[in-house]
């Protein structure tokens, strides 16, 4: 009898192991967050049969399925209970992230938790995949572009899930062929079918990626703070996902969600209580089950790569990776650290720290408000390289991305980190420094008052007193001039000396409104003055970052080779085609060379496809553009065309053509592209609208090349072009000079120039490049100078201008152009107009009973006028002020009342605002003169003694003049734009007088249709030069 019962157990346990199946159901009620995880991991692809697609969306499926190969496993059931809680709770289906991290807006360091799983996911696959363990590594930063939202690419771990399906169901089939038992495939059929219509809820997507679209540039990292030794930064741009909201994770909850999860929760305990009643054949439902939860625990916890995101991330083309290496504080005595050199690295900001302007400010820095004075936070970043590498990395990345290292600074030596004696000397001494600045400070503040006291005291009785109330005005001039009569600048501006009889005086006497706004007007305009002095430091710092850009790259004027080294007489001849991309149109031309100066154009020109501005292949693009050049050639060269291509294949050459039949192609790319050689370039990035992501890296011109090829086109692309190089090419073929053109500029939209520079001064070029022609000496270099001192140390700032700079989606980039391009100058006019509005005192656009007021009726300005929206004030509008000297400045209030809302101003206020405008416009063009001049001077034109004299009567040979080319609105239409450029050459140390007399500046049009052209025929020629050599 004492056997019976160890005879039970060995039944019981030979029976259970034989068939589990009591286990099943307690089974299925385990590892419900292996299956909430291996969801968010795997949902979001969709297989589309149709697509449509909103910018920097997800694609939106219309005819197609989400495919998400969660297999059914063990958990579900767990899971679906889980999720039928959330639902009705916190109304959220994702998981929350496994580890904490934070995301950082660089723009403004305001730092954010992150809630998304899939930017925490991201955060981790990076670190796993860079390790950045041991002590070799203090911190590593890497920086990506970003795009538009993508779908999710389907890599090994998307694919095994489909092939765990394929096999759960392929060991359900065993039981039922064998026993005939199909019950085994009832629960594997019913839960993956269960599974699929859980992971199919839109609201998984809305959360996965519940983020809004960028509407401009906007930066942001991604990193786990202090402590950490990984920081992603991501370059947004118009059309990209906000990464910054992406990390609330607050998707949109969708009503439908709780109710679906409800009945699925009914639906999975009904599969429950099947399994529950399985009897026969259990291991393999066991079997089924492990390999499903070996499979989501695998997708759930390993690493994936950066497309499975459905972020569409590229590193950047500024600086992939940047690496802060280890070192120790004990190693401050080592013989090899030269703590001097370190102490003279920094002096900058100590000498800013002390007396904070904006002239000393380095350019890591130049972000702050010097008003704030030292943050707290701030002296950790300047612990020498060599002793703590932290801190190194962030200024690099400051440098490349500004805005982005300082703002890390602040997660990384938050405001508690404290220094010990074992630091270097100078941090030390540096915190003694800020603590005087306190005292400074209080004795600037009290300075302040006692300035601000007289001007508001004093000033405005002394200037009554020069004009009693029964004392006439002038009539022959503004009652401006009476405010500043001492200041060349405003005397040159609102004082000509011109002999007009005015009718009637501009302000009434009696008026203190007249009286105060006259002054206002004057005292703005006075802070866009540029002096000589100013403007001779300004050429010497542009002569200086001239040479800075000759030495190596990344510096403020890029000086750019173009491989151009030849530029045209006029005496060429020939017939050579242009295109151009510029933006959303593409426009083919044909350009006949007569070969005196003269030329004769025909052209066409195509809007581009949206669709194809964001192709899904850069083949769709170029073979479209293709087809343009051979539907002008058959519409414009229709016998030329045919002609060859009847002969084409007869002739046994590589094209297929003679020499003498083929095209040269001049292709002016206006993108960012890395230039390689003279029909080289490849593409850094697109603008504009444009989004085609496999050609990113490629050579455009072989992009263009091949699709001409395809359709047997009698066309070679024999030159990549830049807009400005084609500025001087055009001129210098038209100029009526017998020497070259020096200098190409555009003084437009933007600015820039291109000039010829002697190849043995570009010293960071590789002379042993096969793509550079060494035949002239010279080369044409493109020197973007629109970033001239970005750090502000000789160009001028007005508060207008900073408020203008941080409305841009790069502030503190491109400073010399947001000076003077036509893009800035009408913002930089309104700021200056709203400012005085809102200060009511000064009484602009206030008048209720002027004399001078035709209409007279009260000035008001209308709800809706675009003065009061960014950018709503148009460059032409400074034009038109600025020359208008109609009586009573009638088409200045015209243009007020008809294009801005500005009823009834009187002559007063269009005086004002005629006033500020030209001041404007004056800085702008004293300012355009510093580059011109500096390009002159540095490649030393002038030259000879005689070069410098200043006797007006000294005449100019032909021979001795200088050819600059320019183009642009601003120069073309600007009243008096030139001239104030000369008068700032005569002002110049090193041009005078009789220098400015050999500068001839011309318009040269159509540099990119025109000057590709001739691009495209020096090209030619250098080909054919080393066809000879080779021959040779």
């Not at 002020?881 to 009342?897: E, I, M, P, W, Y």
Request: aromatic share 8%; glycine share 8%; charged share 20%.
């Amino acid at each position: 009898m004492a056997a019976a019962p160890n005879n039970t157990t060995q039944a019981e346990l030979r029976t259970q192991w034989t068939n589990p199946g009591d286990i099943l159901s307690v089974l299925l009620l385990i590892g419900g967050d292996i299956v909430q995880k291996a969801i968010a991991q795997l949902v979001g692809y969709e297989l589309n049969l149709y697509e449509r697609q909103k910018p920097g969306t997800i694609p939106e499926s219309i005819f197609g399925a989400p495919l998400t190969p969660v297999a059914f496993s063990f958990g579900w059931v767990a899971f679906s209970f889980t999720q039928l809680l959330a639902a009705f709770g916190d109304r959220r289906l994702m998981p929350f992230p496994e580890k904490s991290a934070i995301v950082v807006n660089c723009a403004n360091a305001f730092q954010r938790d992150n809630n998304s799983w899939v930017l925490e996911r991201l955060l981790r696959d990076h670190e796993i995949r860079n390790p950045a363990d041991g002590v070799e590594i203090s911190l590593r930063i890497d920086i990506f572009d970003i795009g538009p939202l993508q779908n999710p690419a389907a890599d090994r771990v998307w694919w095994l899930g489909w092939l765990t399906i394929v096999t759960q169901i392929a060991i359900a089939v065993v039981p039922w062929v064998v026993s005939g038992d199909w019950g085994t495939m009832m629960v594997i059929l019913s839960g993956t079918l269960l599974a699929s219509i859980t992971c199919s809820l839109p609201q998984w997507k809305d959360e996965k990626w519940a983020c809004r679209t960028l509407e401009k540039d906007k930066v942001v990292c991604l990193t786990r703070g202090n402590g950490y030794k990984h920081i992603m930064v991501f370059i947004g741009k118009e059309g990209s996902p906000d990464l910054e909201t992406q990390a609330t994770a607050q998707g949109s909850p969708r009503r439908e969600t709780p109710i679906i999860m409800a009945g699925l929760a009914v639906l999975w305990i009904c599969l429950l209580l099947s399994v529950s009643s399985l009897k026969n054949n259990a291991w393999y439902m066991v079997g089924i089950g492990a390999l499903g939860m070996l499979q989501n625990a695998y997708a759930a916890g390993t690493t994936r790569n950066l497309d499975t995101s459905g972020l569409q991330l590229e590193p950047s083309v500024r600086k992939a990776t940047i690496i802060g290496k280890s070192r120790f504080f004990e190693d401050d005595d080592n013989a090899d650290v030269n703590i001097h050199q370190v102490d003279d690295d920094v002096k900058p900001l100590k000498d800013w720290l002390a007396a904070p302007t904006l002239d000393q400010m380095p350019r890591w820095l130049e972000s702050m408000d010097i008003n704030d004075g030292a943050p707290d936070w701030l002296e950790p970043i300047t612990e020498p390289e060599t002793v703590l590498r932290v801190h190194g990395a962030l200024k690099e990345l400051e440098k490349w991305v500004p805005g982005a290292g300082l703002a890390m600074v602040q997660v990384f030596f938050p405001a508690s980190f404290v220094y010990d004696d074992s630091h270097p000397p100078f941090l030390r001494d540096l915190r003694s420094e800020k603590g005087s600045l306190l005292s400074r400070s209080l004795y600037a503040v009290v300075l302040l008052v006692l300035v601000l006291s007289v001007q508001f005291l004093l000033v405005p009785r002394f200037i009554a007193s020069l004009r009693k109330p029964s004392q006439p005005l002038d009539s022959g001039r503004p009652d401006f001039c009476r405010y500043n009569p001492s200041n060349p600048f405003l005397q040159d501006l609102i004082c000509p000396h011109t002999t007009e009889d005015h009718t009637t005086t501009l302000f009434d006497t009696s008026a203190t409104r007249n009286m105060g706004l006259a002054q206002e007007a004057a005292r703005v305009a006075a802070e866009f003055e540029y002096s000589d002095a100013q403007v001779n430091k300004a050429v010497k710092e542009f002569i200086r970052q001239m040479d800075e850009g000759l030495e190596k790259s990344g510096t403020s004027i890029s000086q750019i080779p173009t491989y151009v080294t030849a530029v045209p007489n006029g005496t060429e001849k020939g017939l050579y085609m242009a295109v151009d991309l510029g933006g959303t149109n593409f426009r083919v031309c044909s350009i006949n060379l007569n070969g005196d100066s003269t030329f004769s154009l025909t052209q066409s020109k195509v809007a581009i496809p949206r669709e194809l501005m964001a192709a899904k292949t850069s083949k769709e693009l170029f073979s479209f553009l293709a087809q343009q050049i051979a539907d002008f050639l058959k519409t414009h060269h229709n016998e030329h065309y045919h002609a060859t291509i009847r002969r084409r294949a007869t002739i046994h050459s590589e094209s297929g053509f003679r020499e003498q039949e083929i095209f040269n192609l001049g292709f002016t790319f206006s993108f960012p592209v890395e230039q390689v050689g003279i029909n080289k370039g490849n593409l850094i990035r697109w603008t504009k609208g444009f989004d085609i992501a496999d050609a990113v890296g490629k050579d455009v011109c072989k992009l263009l090349q091949d699709e001409i090829d395809a359709l047997h086109l009698p066309v070679r692309v024999a030159a990549l072009v830049n807009d400005t190089v084609g500025t001087l090419m055009a001129r210098s073929y038209t100029s009526p000079g017998k020497t070259g053109t020096l200098l190409g500029a555009i003084f437009g939209t933007g600015t820039n120039g291109a000039y010829v520079e002697k190849l043995d001064k570009v010293k960071k070029l590789d002379k042993n490049n096969a793509n550079v022609d060494k035949t002239t000496g010279e080369m044409i270099l493109n020197t973007e100078w629109g970033s001239f001192d970005n750090q502000l140390s000789v160009l001028p700032s007005t508060p207008y201008d900073n408020s203008l700079d941080k409305e841009t989606p790069n502030p503190g980039i491109q400073m010399f152009e947001k000076r003077i391009s036509g893009m800035f100058l009408g913002e930089i006019l309104r700021l200056a107009i709203v400012d005085m509005v809102k200060e009511r005192k000064t009484g602009l656009f206030s008048d209720d009973n002027s004399s001078s007021n035709d209409v007279h009726s009260t000035t008001c300005i209308s709800e809706s006028s675009p003065l009061w929206q960014p950018w709503g004030l148009d460059t032409s509008f400074l034009s038109i002020a600025h020359g208008d000297n109609s009586a009573g400045f009638k088409v200045t209030r015209q243009t007020l009342d008809k294009d801005y809302g500005v009823h009834a101003a009187s002559s007063e206020d269009a005086e004002a605002v005629k006033l500020i405008a030209a001041a404007i416009g004056k800085r702008a063009a004293r300012l355009s003169a510093v580059a011109i001049a500096a390009i002159v001077l540095a490649t030393d034109k002038l030259s000879a003694p005689k070069d410098i004299a200043t006797a007006d009567d000294t005449t100019v040979n032909e021979d001795e003049m200088i050819d600059i080319g320019v183009d642009g609105s601003l120069v073309e239409f600007y009243p008096g734009f030139e001239g104030y450029i000369r008068e700032a050459f005569q002002q110049i140390e090193g041009i005078g007088k009789h220098g400015e007399k050999r500068i001839r500046i011309g318009i040269a049009k159509d540099g990119s249709g025109v000057g590709a052209a001739l691009i495209a025929l020096v090209a030619d020629k250098l080909a054919k030069q080393d066809q000879l050599k080779e021959y040779d």
